[in-house]
C-alpha cells in the first residue's frame, strides 16, 4: 500500500497538467479530446497526474509501467479504470473507448520501450504523447503526428485557490462548486476548461481528494468567489495554493 501511496498526486499537479493540456487541446484539437489516446510512459506521480488530467480533459489514456503494484495502487485509488498484463487487453479497453469519444485510463504492466516499439510496428498511433526518454518509438510517433506534451507553466495572470469541506462534503462541495463557476470570467479563453474541471474533476480524482478542490483564478474572480464563500458557506476553508 505504500507504493500506491507514494504515487498520489498533489490535487495542485493534476490541476495544472489539466490547464496545460487544455491549452494544447485549444491549440491542436479544436477544443476536444473526445476520441483523442494520450500514451504515458511511467506511473510515477507525474504520470498519476497526467493520465487524471487526461481523463478530466476527455481523452483516453494508456499508462505504461513495469511496476504493476505501483498501477494496481493507481487503481485502488481510483485514479485509473484498467491494468492489464497485454497490450492486446489495453488496445481492446481502449479501442471501444476512444469510438465513443469516453475518457478511460488503462494501465499496462510491461517495459515501455517494448511497449512503445510494438505500438509502433502494429501502427497504434496516439495523438499526445508523454514518454520522457527521446527513442525512436517516439520520434516515429512524433512523425506521425503525435504532440509531445511539455511539462506546464502556470499563468501569470492567476493564482492558485484551493478549498475544503471536513463534512457533508458531498452536498457543499457541488454548491461550492457553482458559485466557482459563476465566479469566472467568461472573456477568458480558459474559462470554458475551468468549468469543464469543477463539473467533472470529482468524478475522476478518486477517494483521496474527497472534499478538495482547487482552481485558478484572476484576482478579481478569487474575490468574487471567496466572498459569497464566506457569505453562504462558512464550513468551507479557502486558502492560497502554490
Given amino acids: 500500500m505504500a507504493v500506491a501511496a507514494m504515487n498520489v498526486p498533489e490535487l495542485s499537479t493534476i490541476h495544472e497538467q489539466y490547464l496545460g493540456l487544455c491549452r494544447v487541446t485549444r491549440e491542436r484539437f479544436a477544443g476536444a479530446l473526445g476520441g483523442k489516446l494520450l500514451l504515458r510512459a511511467g506511473f510515477d506521480t507525474e504520470g498519476a497526474a497526467m493520465v487524471v488530467a487526461a481523463s478530466v480533459a476527455g481523452a483516453a489514456s494508456l499508462c505504461v509501467d513495469r511496476d504493476a503494484e505501483a498501477l494496481r495502487g493507481g487503481l485502488r485509488a481510483g485514479l485509473c479504470d484498467f491494468v492489464v498484463s497485454t497490450l492486446d487487453e489495453a488496445l481492446r479497453i481502449l479501442k471501444n473507448e476512444v469510438r465513443r469519444g469516453l475518457p478511460v485510463c488503462v494501465g499496462l504492466t510491461a517495459d515501455p520501450v517494448e511497449c512503445l516499439a510494438a505500438m509502433v510496428e502494429r501502427g497504434v498511433q496516439p495523438d499526445l504523447l508523454s514518454v520522457g526518454e527521446d527513442s525512436e518509438a517516439s520520434r516515429a510517433f512524433v512523425s506521425r503526428g503525435a504532440v509531445e506534451l511539455v511539462r506546464p507553466e502556470g499563468d501569470a495572470g492567476t493564482s492558485l485557490l484551493c478549498w475544503s ?21 467568461d ?35 478569487s474575490a468574487k468567489f471567496t466572498e459569497r464563500v464566506g457569505a453562504e458557506q462558512r464550513s468551507v476553508t479557502i486558502a492560497n495554493g502554490k
Avoid at 172 to 178: E, G, L, Q
Avoid at 198 to 217: I, W
Fill in 187 to 221: 472573456g477568458r479563453a480558459d474559462t470554458a476548461a475551468r468549468r469543464r474541471w469543477l463539473e467533472l474533476a470529482p468524478r475522476y480524482l478518486g477517494r483521496s481528494f474527497a472534499g478538495r478542490q482547487c482552481l485558478r483564478m484572476t484576482a478579481v474572480e
Fill in 165 to 185: 469541506v471536513a463534512a457533508d462534503a458531498a452536498r457543499t462541495m457541488p454548491r461550492v462548486a457553482r458559485m466557482a463557476a459563476e465566479a469566472l470570467d
